[in-house]
């Protein structure tokens, strides 16, 4: 059974920090494509970050660069977000994905074929 379990959400003040992990079982991470996405109510899931399958490259949506670190440790089948500088706009259900095909690359969610549960992030003014 493929699961993907996230981990490490919480209540967080304005400007701190936290550090979101993705566990994967019954299936590796290596060779795919991994990203984030969150979801805040009301408001159509958006891709948050991810990183190539290759692990050479990132991609970061506007509102989070300089802020938000995506990293994977394939050995571990697991991928990390670090989130510093958070903000209440960063409030939502994060959400760990796998892309749907090996060695390829995307930023649609329509991509990722394996999904966790989601960990709620919510940051206090």
């Known amino acids: 059974q493929v699961q993907l379990v996230e981990s490490g959400g919480g209540l967080v003040q304005a400007g701190g920090s936290l550090r979101l992990s993705c566990v994967a079982s019954?299936?590796?991470?290596?060779?795919?494509?991994m990203g984030w996405f969150r979801q805040a109510p009301g408001k159509e899931r958006e891709f948050v970050a991810t990183i190539k399958w290759s692990g050479s490259s990132t991609y970061y949506r506007d509102s989070v660069k300089g802020r938000f670190t995506i990293s994977r440790d394939n050995a571990k089948n697991t991928v990390i977000m670090q989130m510093t500088s958070l903000k209440p706009e960063d409030t939502a259900v994060y959400y760990c994905a796998r892309h749907r095909a090996i060695f390829r690359d995307s930023l649609s969610g329509l991509d990722f074929g394996y999904w966790g549960q989601g960990t709620q992030v919510t940051v206090s003014s």
């Open positions: 019954g299936c590796t991470i290596n060779g795919y494509t």
